[in-house]
């Protein structure tokens, strides 16, 4: 998993993988056909710490589901900000490098996608119901937003070497998601919503 995350996919090869995990060859082709299926099933094991991490981390905060929320996000990207070497999302990488190269690839990240997804949909589904959310829009289409908002940044962050764009999306998602004080248009000069 660090080898990817760290080189990428095309940049790790196999022999480096066995000698990191003290593997001989022979071993690893009982267990997978191929590096692309050992790829498959270290990103769905990624996601499963991934997923266990984040919800250790938005139990462990106090308050509403909006400010949890945002707290975990800024713990995220204070602990990039310790270790940028060792901290990145594997999904995001290996959707860049690799997302179209084969039908293998396309399904696990597309389900691993939709199934990050789907979690954001459920807590935002859970905030709009305490009232913390907006809820002008349907919480899978927050969920579909932030997620599109958070690759993206964390590609800017990759290239930019910043975690800037990581912020820059937390401050605007964070005021974008709050529950509207009044849905309705106001009449008057500014035509203010």
């Known amino acids: ?11 790790t090869g196999l022999k480096e ?34 997923d266990a991490k984040w919800e250790k981390r938005t139990n462990a905060i106090e308050g509403n589901l909006l400010e949890r929320f945002r707290l975990a996000i800024d713990q995220f990207i204070a602990d990039y900000e310790n270790d940028p070497d060792s901290t990145g999302c594997l999904l995001t990488n290996l959707m860049g490098e690799v997302g179209n ?3 293998s690839f396309r399904e696990i990240i597309s389900l691993s996608c939709n199934r990050v997804i789907d979690c954001i949909e459920e807590s935002f589904k859970e905030g709009q119901l305490q009232g913390c959310f907006r809820n002008d829009l349907s919480a899978r289409a927050l969920a579909q937003l932030f997620w599109d908002s958070w690759q993206g940044a964390l590609l800017r962050t990759k ?28 009449d008057g000069d500014n035509n203010e919503i």
């Not at 998993?1 to 940049?11: A, C, Q, S, T």
């Not at 800037?164 to 248009?185: F, G």
Request: hydrophobic residues 35%; contains cysteine; aromatic residues 14%.
């Open 17 to 50: 993988i066995l000698d990191t995990c003290q593997v001989p060859k022979g071993s690893f082709y009982n267990y997978f056909e191929s590096k692309e299926q050992f790829a498959v099933e270290v990103l769905e094991y990624s996601h499963q710490l991934e």
């Open 1 to 11: 998993m660090e080898l990817f995350n760290r080189k990428g996919y095309h940049g």
């Open 159 to 186: 290239v930019e070497a910043s975690t800037t764009p990581l912020r820059e999306v937390a401050d605007v998602i964070y005021t974008l998601y709050a529950p509207l004080e009044n849905p309705e248009t106001k």
């Open 101 to 103: 190269a084969s039908n």
